[in-house]
């Protein structure tokens, strides 16, 4: 089974300011498989990134994913008030699925 | 436009049995997953299974499996969650979710289940 680990559980920025948020798979996955969202109270998730790297409809290109492998990240460029929030990343494979703990991207 | 509307908050006792509900709408409801996914007071998202609503092919997380039971009935275009008897433990907020391929791209609002006696 895989495990996706996110590190570190809070993140503090200042509006404006680059974050990159970390998942690490416990083998490797195909970067086909791998998903982010954004999740804010009292809303439900959103979709941000699918297949690693491909931002879903809608999504700011202040947005972006990498890597492959066991190693991925999620990157927002340029910090804006509404993106503080939860970020889980997520995997499916061999008809199951699972997410990260996620990271809290907090105010400084 | 695509939409998930899942039934509303629920209150019960331990014991008791619950169901609740995802209505599809706004797409072939028949030709996509839908999934089921637990955020427990304070947690994060846990994958719970999915169902196939076309012929109901079910595929449950392991931590899951035997807890909970998913089905669907395609002639109402909606999806279940259901326990037959629910304990404290339960207490989260549920939200279904459309499986695109490998990832959810549409979410219900939730269905805050509180479960206390």
Sequence with gaps: EIVLTQSPGTLSFSPGERATLSCRASQSVSSSYLAWYQHKPGQAPRLLIYGA???ATGIPDRFSGSGSGTDFTLTISRLEPEDFAVYYCQYYGTSTGTFGQGTKLEIK | EVQLVQSGVEVKKPGESLKISCKGSGYIFTSYWIGWVRQMPGKGLEWMGIIYPADSDTRYS????????ISADKSFSTA??????VRAS?????YCARLDGIYFDFWGQGTLVTVSS
């Design chain 1, 53 to 55: 790297s491909s931002r």
């Design chain 2, 62 to 69: 392991p931590s899951f499996q035997g807890q909970v039971t």
């Design chain 2, 80 to 85: 279940y969650l259901q326990w037959s008897s």
């Design chain 2, 90 to 94: 339960d207490t989260a907020m549920y």
